[in-house]
Structures are given as structure tokens and as C-alpha cells.
């Protein structure tokens, strides 16, 4: 059986743990593949809210089988108290979760590390989330990390000890006055002897012999395409890879197995952090979407940028990924203005250009206006003939059909078409 996909197309936050969480009983297997405790999947399950960091969105079906995979950078600290904050809903979870023995570990000092690199930049600073996850990166790309199946070795603590060390050392380089607090790691070693009584597994071999006796996959992304490694806007981006490769080397499944692409984009942008951002909206429209959305983020509660849809960065990212078809969130939050816009093209000084530009100091958004569905009450779970023409406007554009459209933040406001 194939492996299904769904990934955000934008600067993250588009409504990704919603839609997994809503689609999750089509699938034997939730897996996710890349990114850490950076990532921030809000599921509203009737009427009640839970934030997930590192558990896959699927942990709340009881016939679904939930992977960490290999591709995750795993933080045992916050993975322990989101487990025991959840036990709380459901004392069964860790049932059904499985954690791939090839995560890479993230240390105490890899956070301290995140802040004092993220502190040395001063006015430079990219919007780290302060939780390890490019420190832990690194030292994963530079084969001096520690994996979850390092636990169960008899000279983990020596390992530990040495990555420690030199993480300290390094720490000397940077002009900081931070101080390591070694009370970081009283939580971590508890947190650890807690990881070794969950599901470790081979998980590259349990996922493929999944697909080889028909079970179906779906593969989870965290963050969002633009914040891609490779092809996001760089520097200003996280440190693995969001896109669709992402998925292969973060779960062990070969290319070939992966069939439907759902790319998941809301009907306007939002980022959180510094970097490029060219439909961004410093006026009273863009405060008024940004509290209509409570757009502040679900892992750093910083309020989010917030600016209208960007159709040349949207038909990248779908380019990038082979979306075969789109789910568009957070419809329902532009009933609060008259009148929509969409960036079509960019304005150059050599002309007018319909592909995405890296020149973001020489791009400016040309925009399309469309007639808005202000004040449309959304409870009939109908969706208002305006909202049908900005729909179909946007698929023109890009070329691919919107087949999911979230009218509001729990599971069942959500329309199939």
C-alpha cells in the first residue's frame, strides 16, 4: 500500500495537526519524519484543545498506530511531560506509540547551545525557538550525535559526558554571559529512564513490512516549506528538510511508495520569527486577521506576521512537493474584512514576474482583489458562493484542486469536496 503525505506550503502554522488528526482513522500508521519540539499541532477535539510538539497528530485514534521517526530530533524532556499531560485523556497512548531507535537525542546543552548562538547574534537574531533543534542538527550532519538507541547502552552516560563537554567548550567561542544551569539535566535523565520503557523500535524495517502487508501510511510534516532547509528562505529557515524528500529520509520508505501529496495552505500567510515575508500586512487588517486567528505561536507564543495569500510562493512550493491536491485553512477567519486580496505576481525593475524570486529586496506583490464573505456565519458548515469564486480562483492559479477547506478549529468543521 502507498504512502500518503501532508505537508505545509507555507511559513508553518497552516493547520497541519488539525487535518491529520480529522483524516487519521483512513490510515493504520501516523509517522512523523522530520523537525522536533519546535513544531506547534493544535488539534480541537470537541470543543477541547491540546498542543502536540513530538507526538504524531494521530495519538488520539485508538486504531492508529503513531511513529516518531528517524528523522525527528527528540527532546525526552518535552516528550515525557506531553505524554503524562495526555495520560491524563487517555492512559492507553503509549500503546500506540513508537519511537524510531534512530531519532537523533537532543542534550540539555544542545538548548543551551541554541541560546548561546541565538544570543550572540544580537540584532541579527533569526527567530530560533530556542530548543536545541539546529544545534542538534549539526551535530547529527557532523556524526557526533547521540540517538534514543544509544539509551540502552551500557556507556551512554560516557558518550553523554564527551558531547557535553564539548558542547561547553563551544560554547566559550561566542560572546555570551549566559551560564549552563546543570538542573537541566535532572529532567533529563528522568525523562530518559522514562524513554526506555516506550515502544523503541527498527522503525525503517516495522514501517516497510507495514506497507508490504497492505497497510496504509500517513507521513506528517512540522514546520512549513518556506522554512525548508534547502529550498526554504534561507537563512531565515529551520534545520531539516520540510519538503517532500524530507519524508524518505526521515521515515527509511522509498520514493516509489509515496502516492498523495495533501499540501495544506491557509487562505492567507502568516510567519513567526524574522526573515522575508513580501504580502506581510502592517495595518489594521493584518491586527484584525492576527486576533480573529489567535495567530500566535502554539510552541512560542509570539504573536505571528500576518499578510495575504502568495500565490507565486504557494505554486512553488506545490512544484517542489508534487502536491496532487490542497486542503486551505482558516477560511472562515477572513469573514472579518469586506474584501480579499492575492498576491498574483511580483513587480521587478525588469517587469512583472509569476515565479517565486529569492530577491525579496526588489520584489514588490501585485495584487488581485476579490469580493470578500464578510460576516458569513460558518455554522451550517456551507460554504457561501464568495468563498466558492476565491476558491476557484485560486485553483485556477495553480492548478491543482482544493479538496479540503477548514471552516473553524475542531475536527468537524471541516468540509470534503
Not at 516528550?79 to 492507553?92: A, S, Y
Not at 495544506?264 to 502568516?270: E, I
Not at 524570486?357 to 482583489?369: K, L, M, R, V
Request: hydrophobic content about 35%; overall charge neutral; charged content about 20%.
Amino acid at each position: 500500500m502507498p504512502v500518503d503525505v501532508i505537508l505545509g506550503l507555507q511559513w508553518g502554522d497552516e493547520g497541519k495537526g488539525k487535518l491529520v488528526d480529522a483524516i487519521a482513522p483512513n490510515y493504520d500508521v501516523i509517522a512523523r519524519f522530520q523537525g522536533g519540539a519546535n513544531a506547534g499541532h493544535t488539534l480541537v477535539i470537541h470543543g477541547q484543545k491540546h498542543v502536540l510538539h513530538l507526538l504524531p497528530s494521530g495519538i488520539f485514534h485508538k486504531n492508529c498506530k503513531n511513529l516518531i521517526g528517524n528523522g525527528v530530533v527528540l527532546d525526552p524532556v518535552i516528550l515525557h511531560k506531553e505524554i503524562h499531560h495526555l495520560l491524563n485523556h487517555d492512559n492507553t497512548l503509549t500503546q500506540r506509540l513508537y519511537v524510531s531507535k534512530k531519532a537523533t537525542l537532543i542534550l540539555p546543552t544542545h538548548k543551551f547551545l541554541d541560546k548561546v548562538q541565538e544570543d550572540s547574534k544580537k540584532d541579527k537574531k533569526i527567530g530560533s525557538t530556542l530548543k536545541g533543534i539546529s544545534p542538534a542538527y549539526q551535530d547529527k550532519i557532523a556524526r557526533l550525535t547521540l540517538k534514543v538507541g544509544d539509551i540502552l547502552k551500557v556507556n551512554f552516560q560516557e558518550k553523554y559526558l564527551e558531547i557535553k563537554n564539548y558542547h561547553l567548550n563551544l560554547c566559550k567561542i561566542y560572546p555570551t554571559d549566559l551560564q549552563y544551569d546543570v538542573e537541566f539535566e535532572k529532567d533529563f535523565w528522568e525523562s530518559i529512564e522514562y524513554l526506555k520503557s516506550l515502544q523503541l523500535i527498527e522503525s525503517e524495517i516495522w514501517i516497510n513490512e507495514i506497507l508490504q502487508n497492505g497497510g496504509k501510511v500517513l507521513a506528517e510534516g512540522a514546520q512549513g516549506s518556506m522554512l525548508d532547509i534547502d529550498f526554504g528562505s534561507y537563512p531565515f529557515v529551520t534545520s531539516s528538510n520540510t519538503t517532500i524528500g524530507g519524508v524518505c529520509t526521515g521515515l527509511g520508505v522509498p520514493p516509489s511508495s509515496i502516492q498523495d501529496v495533501l499540501g495544506v495552505f491557509k487562505a492567507y500567510c502568516t510567519r513567526v520569527g524574522s526573515g522575508p515575508f513580501p504580502t506581510e500586512n502592517f495595518g489594521d487588517i493584518g491586527n484584525l486577521i492576527r486576533e480573529k486567528g489567535k495567530e500566535f505561536g502554539a510552541t512560542t507564543g509570539r504573536p505571528r506576521r500576518v499578510g495575504w495569500l502568495d500565490i507565486p510562493a504557494l505554486r512553488y512550493a506545490c512544484m517542489i512537493n508534487g502536491v496532487t491536491r490542497l486542503a486551505m485553512m482558516k477560511s472562515d477567519v477572513l469573514n472579518c474584512i469586506e474584501n480579499v486580496k492575492v498576491c498574483t505576481h511580483y513587480q521587478t525593475k525588469h517587469g512583472e514576474i509569476s515565479d517565486y524570486s529569492t530577491d525579496y529586496e526588489n520584489i514588490q506583490p501585485i495584487y488581485a482583489e476579490l469580493k470578500g464573505w464578510h460576516n458569513y456565519d460558518f455554522s451550517s458548515l456551507q460554504v457561501p458562493e464568495t468563498l466558492n469564486q476565491y476558491i476557484t480562483q485560486i485553483e485556477n492559479w495553480l492548478q491543482i484542486p482544493i479538496k479540503i477547506i477548514s471552516i473553524g478549529p475542531d475536527r468537524n468543521q471541516t468540509i470534503y469536496q
